[in-house]
């Protein structure tokens, strides 16, 4: 990482420093003043390498300081902002009704036990529910449909999405079964055709709110916590 | 083995038991608690198992439901509840609800995304203890443990309204199931037991008070009659309906049968199972399980050795059995070999009527059956130690029942008046018959009075109750009363009583130490131990009484005792040991006092000896083989009392305290209006 490389250095540096280093007050001064940012991130191995070399070099110190704390101070930001970014995508989610409650419920079961948790089981759902949706669209497909087969299917479908969260497949699963009781093929094709939009749509959503939590984590920041404060 | 995998199963289930008295441990319940979860969905699973984990209990999740099954019917006290969910493709989700309730009794929480108002209501009908709508949330999975201890908490109450069964039993209950099926977990069963008593005081008020839940209270007759229509209709063939019908009981629902048939099958599952494959000494333990309440019970555990050795009279057999339903099922501590239920209910005989009957079947072989049991094996520091602990009684069941055969019986009946005075006397016995105690006492002192209360113990366990309280103080003050002259020559035709009497007193009940004899004087001296028998009375004092008793028979030296001990074994007999085994009988007498008293351990140290020819005669099984060693001790201890009381004299008195209702007896046993005549058969 390139945040991790500076950090070392920055690290380092700051040892030296702290070995009671006549210039440590001068780099201090030096500290306030942001380095230009033409400056390239350097080597960090080089770097230090220099810097214990020539300890007395104190320009090259506090050069080297500046630089890296920009790049931290950097990194930061941009951590920080990805987080915020997160923590709006997500209420969105909840504000469109695209999740709901218990999606917070998976993510306060995750800790550091189990740091995947929520992906492990959306992804789990994901595999359970297309194949259902496929089973469905078969058993609607057939000459004379199953009811009773495809009411299990939804009613299956409908308990799964109501345990992650996608409050809108749930709500769809729900229509459905009416469609299955009366019966009616074609209220129930068009039902299906609805459940499968919502799902595909609250795939992507999840999607994206996992890639967003992985930039996070690369990042070296944490993900934030959702609270029901919206 | 069975007991290695209930240790496998009890390390884990002894935190269980912990918590699932609840009071033991509760700092660490509800953790721990083992769930099952059954759902189709791979995703609930997950999600379920997660939210559990998180409760702090210990998961395992199954997608299919006859693997649940499987995996519940292999390890049966693996799980304390089960989550299932209500629709799976292979089996529905409510006949897996009954299959559990039938054949495990787990409490069972449904779950569906389903909520409409007819699915739960099937759930409810089924027997389902909670109904979740999905999704779950955590904080309804924090709660479930609740069902665990309110089902307990239900059988217990159950059990205490029928049977008397002190609250303080259900810890013991609760761990007599987690290891009822580890036969000969002494240990585990003492400590419960023990756990048991520390706390029953406490909590029975407590835990009774809160109990409101309105019960069919199975009493003993409630329940004799729902056997009779079980064993006319068939068991196979016994279904709710019928049974309601034949029963004929106005206000009982067809609900309230199928759930007591339930238990009851499930009873009779445990019977036929532990009975098989294990040993008398691990029907000891196995009866405990609390499953089937009634049974379970000391009565039925009497029942059922007796029934089991064949030697237990009909009569015998019904009383245990009624008192034993009508008890509580907990484990009276005195582990009995189970004996198929059928068994017992067939040897029912009303005829159980100390009053009448006495004499006669003093002569008859029923109560020389009593006696065969006697163990002569004993060894003395068996007695000694099996009074001494509840263990010992259930180990003395055990050799009891190696002894196997009439032996066995009598040893049985003798071990279980003893346990069960034993258990009485740790106040334990939560069990209305306090009988156990008392059963002592006679017996000790009285060598008829033993015999008499071994029987009565024995054949009723509610009668018994009443009976052996009756007799220890009753008899023992009777019989010096009336028979002071009468018995000092007499030979007791029970022969047994003076020699149970001797050997009660040099048995368990800490015979060794009963140098107080009192009774050298015989009756004077046992008169004022009756008298302070009397005083200390039942329950709590049982054991006091029943040392005063030893004490009685070891005092005495007398010379009549000891044609009077001779016939001591044969106390429970009736057969009424000549008196020529007199002759410096005492020991013998004392020996059979014991053996009759201890069962096993009475013959041991008794002089059964001089005993043995005679008994030999006198008993059927001559079984009992009193050893002809006599400890000194209990020559003169045991003389004491038997010696003085024929064998008839003993009886009429006894039955007459009996019939006097000592009402302290009686109603120990909540046998209130209950006569053995009225035992269905």
Partial sequence: MFHQLFHDVLETVRCSLADGDADALVLKKHIQNPIPKSQKPWDSALLIQSINSHSSLLKLKS????????????????????????????KSLFMEGILDDQFLQLQQLQDESNPDFVVEVVSLFFQDAEKLLNDITRALDQQSVDFTKVDAHVHQLKGSSASVG????????????????????????????????????VKNKLEALFRLEQQIVAAGGSVPMMELSF | MNQSNCKGSMSTASSSTNWKANDVVPDQFPAGLRVLVVDDDPTCLVILEKMLRTCLYEVTKCNRAEVALSMLRENKNGFDIVISDVHMPDMDGFKLLEHIGLEMDLPV??????????????????GACDYLIKPVRIEALKNIWQHVVRKKKNEWKDLEQSGSVEEGDRQQK?????????????????????????????????????????????????????VAAVNQLGIDKAVPKKILELMNVPGLTRENVASHLQKYRLYLRRLSGVSQHQGMNNSFMSPQDATFGAMSSLNGLDLQTLSVTGQLPAQSLATLQAAGLGRSTTKSGIPMPLVDQRNLFSFENPKLRFGEGQQQQMSSNKPMNLLHGIPTTMEPKQLASLHQSAQSIGSMNMQVNTHGGQGSSLL?????????????????????????????QPIMTNGIAGGVIGRNGIGDNSRGTGYNQVPPSSSMLSFPMNHTTELAGNSFPLGSSPGIS?????????????????????????????????????????????NVGLHFDASQNANPIQGNLDVSPSVLVHQGYSSSQ???????????????????????????????????NLLVDNSIRVKAETIPDANSQTTLFTEHFGQDDLMSALLKQQQGGIGTAETDFDLDGYSMDNIPV
């Fill in chain 1, 63 to 90: 050069g080297l300081v500046f630089c890296l704390c920009r790049e931290e101070q950097t990194v930061s930001m941009e951590v920080g902002q990805m987080q915020r970014r997160l923590i709006e995508y997500t």
């Fill in chain 2, 502 to 546: 001797n050997v009660t007193s040099k048995g368990p009940f800490q015979e060794e130490g009963n140098s107080e004899m009192k009774g050298s004087a015989g009756f004077i001296s046992s008169y004022d131990i009756f008298n302070d028998l009397n005083q200390h009375q039942h329950k709590s004092h049982d054991w006091e009484l029943q």
């Fill in chain 2, 582 to 616: 007199r002759s410096g009988q005492n020991r013998n007498a004392s020996a059979v006092g014991r053996a009759m008293f201890s069962g096993v351990e009475c013959v041991e140290q008794g002089n059964m000896q001089n005993f043995s020819p005679h008994l030999n």
């Fill in chain 2, 174 to 226: 609760l761990s007599e199931d987690v290891d009822y099926s580890s036969s000969a977990n002494e240990g585990n069963w003492k400590n419960s037991k023990k756990r048991k008593d520390e706390e029953e005081e406490t909590e029975e008020r407590d835990d009774t008070s809160t109990l409101k839940k309105p019960r069919v209270v199975w009493s003993v007759e409630l329940h004799q009659q729902f």
């Fill in chain 2, 412 to 440: 049985m009946q003798m071990a279980q008046p003893q346990s069960r005075g034993q258990i009485l006397n740790e106040s334990t016995s939560s069990h209305g018959p306090r009988l156990p105690s008392s059963i002592g």
């Fill in chain 1, 166 to 201: 996608a409050q809108r497949v749930k709500n769809g699963c729900i229509a459905f079964r009416n469609f299955c009781e009366e019966q009616n093929v074609d209220g129930s094709l068009r039902c299906l055709q609805q459940i499968k939009q919502e799902y595909y749509h």
């Fill in chain 2, 109 to 126: 929480i449904m779950m569906s995304a389903d909520d409409g108002k007819q699915v739960v209501m099937k759930g409810v009908t089924h």
